[in-house]
């Protein structure tokens, strides 16, 4: 069993805020700070440019993935980092459509985070080869898979609601149309237990800033599953990516393995920070991470509704159907979550109306949830948050 008393102590958590918003941005994890100093001081400073080699800076982003695979259920080597998240989707879609070049729909929802639309959208208009992005209800992705579908491009956990895809049935049914299986894992990556390798999904993205606990910026993961790496050919075909970079080969020959979804020069500093954070992932078992997840959100849930009336529950009731946040519906949402924040219980707010709360059980336990409940119903009932000084929109909501 793991101890979430001890993993909370790794993490700093300014006095007096009960945080509930990593699922947007993770909290500083123990021994980040001093990871970062180290690698600009010792390595960076002391080393230059010898750092590349005598501190691993080249193998950083496969090293790095390395850790992530088992939080993810993916095979070993199958796991790189990189870049953003939007590039890391672009490549796996421009890769599967390679793949199928007879076939012409990207299949998507309409809950599925807009930037993967985009990029999507994006991808399409530049191949113009007659592609279609086709998005249906979350609940309609099943029946809209057939036999013209290219790819099955899904966020596993929905940002807004925290809805949750059923990653082994939606991949079958697309293997059985054809189709090839790309999921993004924003809100899965250490949020929930994932299997990657036992679902057979063709290709993952996800970024580590979030229940991760990467830091703003933190680089995304790329997995392609391993009887395709070697056939996914590399939409950007970047100098690290190919097989001999310092050959300085002026035509392109992708690397051999996972290697090749590399594009450019690897964010050292960001990377090593995230290789702290992800040392407290040591030990933790998946499975009392979902099922403490499933506790806290449930008792949140519970209480919000038996003391907050006015709002509506805007994330599936059933736990095996949602993710680790939790999301209302309140017409006057943003100025609440203000007002909320203003009193030390950091969530976020997502239009139209949609507060969230993340809840991470490394950091969150039970007291923390019931005293937010506590501000949260006083914010309410005192109409707290209808002032003017709550209402003023900022750039990040």
Known sequence: MTDFVATKARFHLPKGVIYLDGNSLGPLPEGAMHRAQQTIESEWGEMLIR??????????PRRVGDKIVPLIGAEPGTVVMGDTLSIKMYQALAAALAMRPDRKIVLSDTGNFPTDLYMANGLIDSLARGHVLKTVAPEAVEDAIDESVAALMLTHIDYGSGRVHDMARLTEKAHAAGALAIWDLAHSAGATPVDLAGCRADFAAGCTYKYLNGGPGAPAFIYVRPDH??????????WLGHEAPFDFALDYCPARGIERMRVGTPPVVQLSILEAALEIWDGIDMASLRARSIELTELFIREVEAR?????????????????????????????????????????????????????????DEGDVRRAVDILARVLADRAWDGPEYRRREAVT
């Open 308 to 364: 907050c009336p006015m709002l509506a529950l805007a994330t599936p009731r059933d736990p095996a159907m949602r993710g680790s946040q939790v999301s209302f519906r309140f017409e006057h949402g943003y100025a609440a979550m203000q007002a909320l924040i203003a009193r030390g219980v950091i969530g976020d707010f997502r239009a139209p109306d949609r507060m969230r709360f993340g809840i991470a059980p490394l950091y969150i």
């Open 229 to 238: 790496i070697d056939k996914a050919q590399p939409a950007l075909s970047g």
């Open 51 to 60: 750092a590349w080699n005598l501190a691993g800076w080249m193998d950083q």
